[in-house]
Every structure is written in structure tokens, then in C-alpha cells.
């Protein structure tokens, strides 16, 4: 992977992962030395200039999961009424590229979001109200609660922690990456079956995203 193409697994001072960020921008935070310790793989070395006095060209090593300095994301898990951002790619990933009516596995493109208790019905575009469907199904039921279309949910829909939000918001994550944040996981996560790490894994210790 190009440098310009690295995701850094950002935690705070804590530990709690925070967000995934740019090779640029861990740049700028090793410089503002606002990185008190790294905590993952060397995933590049950048080499400066020379010091004119010693001869010794400065290096500077970006890993994969650095923790900084400043606000601690800890707030979060004291919250009950946290809500990470709803976006269809990280619904999907959630429900393991599964419709959950049928139970098939599809592609992005051949997904859809449904709301179990519809919007016309006073549903809500909401974590705990949305679930993955193939179109088929979407259709099939329609306007309609999955009871009244005769259809049944495969698993119950939920609201993602912070920790598994950063999950379902990555890319390809690397190896040490995913373990990391399988750490900061509740124990009693669905995410816990439904990553299937060996499958996942690709060359140079990378999971795949969507």
C-alpha cells in the first residue's frame, strides 16, 4: 500500500480508538508531538534532512495505531444515548453483507436499507429500526411491518459502540488493527460472529473493508 494510502487507528490518551486518519494528518500529529506512544506496526519510514552538526539524516517511523494526546473519547461508553452516524456502508457491514429476511449474501450494490418498522408507519431512520435486504425482499415487503408481510427477521438490529462503529467505518484494516479493536468490543457483540478474520485477512496482514 502507498504511503498516501496508509489509515492510522488514532486512540487517545486512554486507549479508546478515536477515528481512522490520513497518513498526512498522523504526520502532522508526530510533529505537533501530540503522539505520546505508538502502539502498532511501522507501516512506513520518512527520511528528513541531514543534521548538519552530527551527519545523521532524521527518520521518522508512522504506525498503524498510535495514541495522542487530547480529548478522550471515554464520555462515549458513559453515554447511553450515544448514536454513531447511520450510513448504508456501515449497515451493511454490520449485518455481514446479509439480507436478514432471506439470509442470502450480496454486494453492496445489490443491498438496500429497510426499516423494519416502516417510516410511514412512524418508524425511525435509526440504528435499531434498519437492517440489510436484498432488493427482493425490500419489495416484497414494502410498507409494510415484517409481521403483516409474513416475514422474519434473521437477527435483531442494533446500535454499534464507538468501537465497533470504527470497525464498520474502515476500510482494509490491518491485522494488529483488528485486533486492537476486537479488544474494545462488548463481549456479548454480534460483530464477535460475524467477522470472520481468517477469510478476511489478506496479503500484508490487511482485512478487508467493503
Request: charged share 20%; hydrophobic share 35%.
Amino acid at each position: 500500500m502507498a504511503a498516501s494510502e496508509l489509515r492510522v487507528l488514532r486512540a487517545d490518551v486512554s486507549g479508546m480508538p478515536i477515528e481512522w486518519i490520513g497518513y498526512e494528518e498522523a504526520v502532522k500529529l508526530y510533529y505537533l508531538n501530540r503522539v505520546l506512544y505508538p502502539m502498532g506496526q511501522s507501516l512506513s519510514t520518512l527520511r528528513g534532512g541531514i543534521n548538519a552538526s552530527t551527519g545523521v539524516r532524521s527518520t521518522l517511523d508512522i504506525h498503524s495505531i498510535i495514541c495522542t494526546s487530547g480529548q478522550s473519547r471515554v464520555y462515549l461508553k458513559r453515554r447511553p444515548q450515544y448514536r454513531p452516524p447511520l450510513s448504508n456502508l456501515a449497515l451493511f457491514r454490520r449485518d455481514a453483507y446479509l439480507c436478514l429476511y432471506c439470509g442470502g449474501e450480496f454486494n453492496v450494490s445489490q443491498l438496500s436499507r429497510d426499516h423494519v418498522k416502516p417510516l410511514s408507519l412512524g418508524g425511525c431512520d435509526a440504528w435499531q429500526n434498519v437492517v440489510s435486504a436484498c432488493r427482493r425482499c425490500n419489495h416484497h415487503k414494502g410498507g409494510r411491518t415484517p409481521e403483516d408481510a409474513d416475514m422474519q427477521l434473521l437477527a435483531v438490529p442494533f446500535v454499534p459502540t464507538h468501537a465497533e462503529y470504527i470497525y464498520l467505518s474502515g476500510r482494509k484494516i490491518l491485522s494488529d488493527q483488528m485486533t486492537f479493536l476486537l479488544g474494545h468490543f462488548p463481549r456479548n457483540s454480534p460483530l464477535h460472529g460475524r467477522i470472520d478474520l481468517p477469510s478476511e485477512t489478506l496479503k500484508g496482514g490487511q482485512v478487508h473493508g467493503p
